[in-house]
């Protein structure tokens, strides 16, 4: 299992562990499991080779996360790390290989409504990381064969208690004042518990063999109108959420304007602040758009339906946040 | 491309659309006008069912077939066909095809192959071009020579304005296709010459070649046929349909109310519809043949007595019939004398030409004038056509076009709105003498000239029991309205059901606030008095008019739709002791038309103690259906729906289950607790759907059951509930929804006025979204102007709360679109698309 450090990777190894399944993980830095453990890159062809030798499966999750940053970092982690895991898979008779991609690798910035997995498309991903996954996907789909069962998991905003990312960063910004609700707050947004991603990542890793050569969105199947969403996360974090409404124009002009901008004042260091630029095009269509899924398909093929609701994860979030100093 | 050769003897290049099947079952002929190509039928190509050969043709010089140097005259077009079909080796049973003047063509080969003429399908086309008639505005235009040669050759114009006429507009790349093959002045001759050769002139070359094909239709009485008409058609307007109605009485017909002349294209649905019509004529189909098993048991024969009949019974009575009560005072008519005002008017009707089958629109208030008019018109054999303002202006205007009526029957305002809205016939004034007046309506005679007319005319025969007698509208709460038909039998069959289920003994007398029934009176043998309101709003009707009309005959029944009895309620505050008094004498309130809520019927209780208050079910095309009253439906309580009681005597009920997807396909049945589309047997069900062939094919595809379009269940006690409508059923991943449930639960809470429950996203997979019309503000007093579009986190929790299903977003909205003859029958479908735009991130605006 590549990329264990985080808020997924590390449920997912600890929940094949739990139930007796032989797990190596690996990533750059210790993940603290208790597990055998590599710690290596994940585009390091020759140490991604040793660390698959004598694997039944695979499931690769370690990627470069962000809205920012050079491209050619994602291009290093996303793009030549997958093939570095693909080719190590068929070198040593891996049977199967779990990819973990996003939905993002499809989307070209209209909104998703009820939407299927259409095949992922490098050239009209928005930003540096959903192209780089888009392209990853196609490699490891690209690599689906009798002898190695590939399948392509694409979680949606997966969030929970500990969640770096979507939680961490919402909250963080709320705390600031800087999260704005973009347009009516209305659009529809699925998002998937961190306890449903982990389970339909160990039902892929089961299901490879039926599901193989797919890519399979996976979430709730429990969209929300974003505004709640965001409301809901704050009141589970006890911060207050957000009031100012910017209209979708407006906010999509001023991420323009921030996303040229953010990258000089990050290099002079003029201001210390959450990490990351305000908001991005990127992150502004993601925020006024419907992205929401069609999960029949998923959960007909995974058998895999989510144990944890909305309600009760936003509550598991609250007393997570409340237990902490 | 095949090589045949022509009328002429010449060999010509035809470029032919020909799917190449062995015709086991048959051939499809279609034949084009002008100026469009064999493209016009690519769809009756790709959805042809087995064993059916399709062959659509490029007539010559048109499309890509080859170029003319000379006019073609429609003989030899028609020759030329002939020869064609005969190079083709086109055998066995034929369906012709036909669009515009592809129409005389196709007509003129099927008269020369009777033997294998199997169908005839004709879109927006003539046979007949009347002399003296103007033609077409655009034709006689095109027609002059000079600008025929600009308009049709030397420029693209007609070409393009052909697609032009629809609204919306085909897609450019339709467009693009249909002039395709028309590029260039030098490939257009043909289409100024097909312009030519419309035979307008008496000593046109081709006018006995049309006038052969139009005498020769009539013949075709044995050949089962089927108009398709785009009544936006400026070009074919309805006098054509008309025209080809009168030739051919037994045609099947389906107006596609938003399409223009490319018919084909504005409603590309022609193609399956005329393939299930093609599938018919071998017989009933399968699904039908199934059906008839499971048809319900013969509704016990009602007597043969024609609508009228109870009226006749009572000709010599001078007890009161009708009685109109305007400010507490009351113009009457007696039983004696409405039944020779009746047989007055109706030999004046025929004496000025007016025959059994003919259609006669009323514009007139209910009243005693419209009560002669209607039992005038019946007594005839004509056919009453009832569209009333309730429907809105626009609306009603669509819909009387539509019926096409011979004759209007209608007040000063009634004749000049329908003027203002082109609507077809004779008129004749009510309520007026005035000769001025009736001039400037275009009036020939007012009700009182026909009536003395019959004074010195004889009554024609009685008509027969099963001709139609009515044209009724649905109220287009989910879709334009559909005219309804019914035959005399049928109605013959709701006045004896309704006697049953009220128990009407001829003591009782009526007082209808509720359009259909306001005709009933004397039919029903009974009484009957219009109370003082604007009969378009229903919402007018005051305590105190109620209360006098009640008062002037000693009224023992009250007939009232829900929208009237939410005002009397409100204006309950202004009757006066012996109001009060006479209202306390009524034995029994009906209130049907739309889902009346408990709370009304208490209030209406509390006014009328010694009734019994009941709120029959159904609908336009069967009423009544069920029925329950006020003290069943406490009973009852809350359930999933609206409860509505049981059937009727006579009445059989049967809910067809719904798919996962939302289809209410399954087979029926009565069982409890299965939620699927209601469907109704009884003598009173209509015949068939005005002019509406499809819709007819659709809702009555279980031979002998009306598909209601309703959903609903069985209860453990055999009581119905109604859920919604069946286009508003929402498809989760977890199955079918339906609406109404939710709703109620939902408008149980205090903070929300109004409820709507709509799916958003694709089928199958819906998302479930209430869109709620907050209650004001107790607090504040006054509403907030414009609700924010997502419901505050308190309301969405306590909506949430009560749903009782997963609900993936709360909107609020100032007010939800109603229709307006009942004003509370929500149009779901419209709250979803607004939902929809709103849920994906659009600007919010209005539904």
Redesign the interface.
């Known amino acids: 299992m590549t990329g264990a450090s985080g808020l997924l990777g590390a449920g997912v190894a600890r929940a094949l562990a739990q139930r007796g399944d032989d797990v190596t993980v690996l990533q750059r830095r210790p993940a603290g499991l208790g597990l055998r453990e590599v710690l290596a890159d994940v585009a390091d062809a020759a140490a991604m080779q040793e660390a698959v030798a004598g694997q039944h499966a695979v499931v690769h999750l370690a990627a470069k996360v962000d809205v920012v940053g050079p491209w050619e970092q994602y291009q290093r982690v996303n793009i030549a790390g997958t093939a570095a895991v693909v080719s190590a898979c068929r070198a040593n008779g891996v049977q199967r290989l779990v990819h973990v991609s996003s939905p993002s690798v499809a989307h070209a910035g209209s909104s998703l409504v009820g939407a299927g997995a259409d095949r992922a498309d490098p050239e009209r991903a928005r930003g540096p990381y959903a192209r780089s996954k888009a392209a990853a996907e196609q490699i490891a789909l690209g690599a689906d064969s009798d002898e190695l069962a590939v399948v392509a998991v694409r979680p949606h905003l997966v969030w929970g208690p500990g969640d770096a990312q979507l939680v961490a960063r919402v909250v963080e910004r709320a705390r600031a004042g800087q999260l704005p609700l973009i347009g009516s707050g209305a659009a529809l947004v699925d998002t998937t518990y961190i306890t449903n991603a982990v389970d339909a990542l160990v039902a892929s890793l089961d299901r490879c063999r039926v599901a193989h050569g797919q890519a399979l969105v996976v979430s709730n199947g429990e969209p929300r109108p974003i505004g709640e969403v965001l409301a809901a996360i704050c009141g589970a974090a006890g911060v207050t959420a957000p009031q100012r409404r910017v209209p979708v124009r407006l906010a999509l002009a001023a991420g323009i304007v921030a996303q040229t901008v953010w990258p000089l004042r990050q290099l002079a260091h003029r201001r210390r602040g959450p990490s990351g630029p305000p908001l991005t095009r990127f992150l502004i269509e993601q925020l006024a758009t419907a992205h929401w899924f069609d999960q029949r398909h998923t959960r007909e093929l995974l058998q895999w339906t989510p144990r944890v609701g909305m309600e009760q994860g936003l509550a598991e979030l609250a007393s997570w946040y409340a237990s902490r100093p | 491309m095949v090589s045949a050769a022509d009328a002429d003897g010449v060999s010509r290049t035809w470029h032919v659309l020909d799917n190449g099947v062995e015709p086991t079952a048959g051939t499809m002929l279609c034949v084009h006008g002008n100026p469009t190509w064999s493209y016009l039928w690519r769809r009756f190509l790709t959805v042809a069912p087995a064993g059916w050969r399709v062959v659509a043709v490029d007539q010559l010089g048109m499309g890509w077939s080859e170029r003319l140097q000379a006019p073609r005259r429609l003989e030899q077009r028609i020759d030329d066909l002939s020869a064609l079909t005969g190079a083709l080796d086109i055998q066995g049973p034929v369906v012709t095809v036909a669009h515009d003047w592809g129409g005389p063509i196709s007509l003129g080969w099927a008269l020369a192959h009777r033997d294998q003429l199997a169908g005839v399908v004709l879109a927006n086309t003539a046979v007949h071009q009347p002399l003296g008639a103007a033609p077409p505005g655009l034709i006689r235009l095109a027609r002059t020579a000079a600008l025929r040669t600009a308009v049709c050759v030397g420029t693209p114009l007609f070409v393009r304005a052909t697609t032009a006429l629809s609204r919306p507009q085909p897609p450019e790349a339709v467009r693009g296709a249909l002039a395709a093959p028309y590029r260039g002045a030098n490939r257009r001759r043909s289409v100024g010459d097909f312009v030519a050769d419309i035979p307008v002139e008496a000593d046109h070359p081709s006018r006995t070649t049309l006038d052969a094909v139009a005498a020769g239709v009539e013949d075709l009485a044995d050949v089962p046929t089927l108009l398709l008409w785009g009544p936006r058609d400026p070009v074919f307007s309805e006098r054509y349909l008309r025209d080809l109605l009168a030739r051919l009485p037994h045609a099947d017909v389906h107006r596609y109310g938003r399409a223009s002349h490319l018919v084909t294209e504005d409603a590309p649905e022609t193609a399956e519809h005329v393939w299930r019509w093609v599938g018919d004529l071998g017989g009933r189909t399968a699904d039908q043949a199934d059906a008839v098993a499971a048809a319900p048991p013969e509704p016990t024969q009602g007597s043969p007595l024609l609508p009228w009949a109870a009226l006749e019974a009572r000709a010599g009575d001078p007890a009161v019939a009708v009685a109109e009560v305007v400010n507490g005072k009351s113009r009457e008519v007696s039983f004696a004398e409405l039944e020779h005002r009746v047989r007055l008017l109706a030999a004046g009707l025929h004496a000025v030409g007016l025959k059994a089958g003919h259609r006669v629109a009323l514009l007139v208030p209910p009243g005693v004038d419209l009560t002669v008019a209607i039992y005038g018109c019946w007594r005839v054999g004509a056919v009453i056509v009832v569209a009333d303002a309730g429907l809105g202006v626009a609306a009603m205007g669509r819909a009387l076009r539509g019926a096409g009526p011979d004759l209007i029957i209608g007040v000063a305002k009634g004749l000049a709105a329908a003027a203002a809205l082109r609507i077809p016939g004779r008129r004749v004034l009510v309520g007026s003498t005035s000769v001025p007046l009736r001039r400037a309506l275009g009036s020939d005679f007012s009700l009182a000239d026909l009536a003395e007319l019959g004074l010195h005319a004889d009554l024609p025969p009685e008509p027969a029991a099963d001709s139609d007698g009515a044209v009724l509208f649905t109220s287009g709460a989910t879709g334009p309205a559909k005219g309804v038909v019914y035959r005399l039998d049928q109605l013959r069959g709701q006045i004896d059901l309704i006697t049953a289920a009220c128990r009407i003994t001829p003591n009782d007398r009526l007082v209808a606030a509720f359009a259909p029934f306001a005709l009933y009176g004397p039919a029903l043998g009974i009484g009957a008095a219009v109370p003082d309101m604007e009969v378009t709003a229903p919402g007018t009707l005051t305590a105190r008019a109620l209360a006098d009309a009640v008062a002037a005959i000693d009224a023992t029944v009250v007939f009232a739709s829900p929208a009237a009895l939410r005002n009397v309620r409100a204006t309950r505050g202004g009757l006066t002791p012996p109001q009060r008094a006479a209202l306390g004498r009524v034995r029994l309130v009906m209130s049907a038309g739309a889902p009346v809520p408990v709370s009304l019927l208490r209030a209406v209780q509390e006014l009328m103690p010694a009734a019994e208050v009941h709120t029959p079910y159904g609908m336009t095309e069967a009423l009544p259906v069920t029925d329950v009253s006020l003290v069943e439906l406490e009973a009852a309580g809350p359930g999933n729906g609206v409860c509505v009681g049981r059937p009727l005597p006579g009445v059989t009920v049967r809910v067809s289950p719904l798919t996962p997807d939302g289809r209410a396909d399954g087979e029926l049945t009565a069982q409890p607790e299965i939620t699927g589309e209601i469907c109704v047997a009884a003598a009173h069900v209509k015949d068939r759907y005005d002019r509406l062939w499809a819709t007819e094919r659709e809702s009555s595809r279980t031979a002998g059951w009306h598909r209601t379009g309703d959903v609903g269940h069985f209860d453990v006690a055999g009581r119905l509930w109604v859920e919604g409508r069946l286009v508003h059923v929402l498809t989760t ?1 977890d199955g079918p929804l339906t609406p109404v449930g939710v709703e109620q639960r939902v408008e149980e809470l205090d903070e929300v006025e109004a409820a709507a429950v709509v799916g ?3 089928a ?4 479930i979204v209430v869109v709620v019309v907050p209650a004001p503000d107790a607090s504040a007093g006054v509403r907030r102007r414009r609700p ?3 419901a505050e ?1 308190a309301l ?1 929790a306590s909506v949430r709360a009560v749903a009782g299903v ?1 609900v ?2 709360v ?1 609020t909205i100032e007010a939800l679109p109603v229709d307006i003859r009942h004003a509370s029958k929500v149009d779901r479908a419209r709250v979803a698309r607004w939902a ?1 735009r ?4 659009a ?2 605006g209005r539904p």
């Open positions: 991943a958003v996203g694709p199958g997979t819906q998302q924010r579009v997502l986190p969405a997963s993936a977003a909107l929809e709103v849920l994906a991130g600007r919010v």
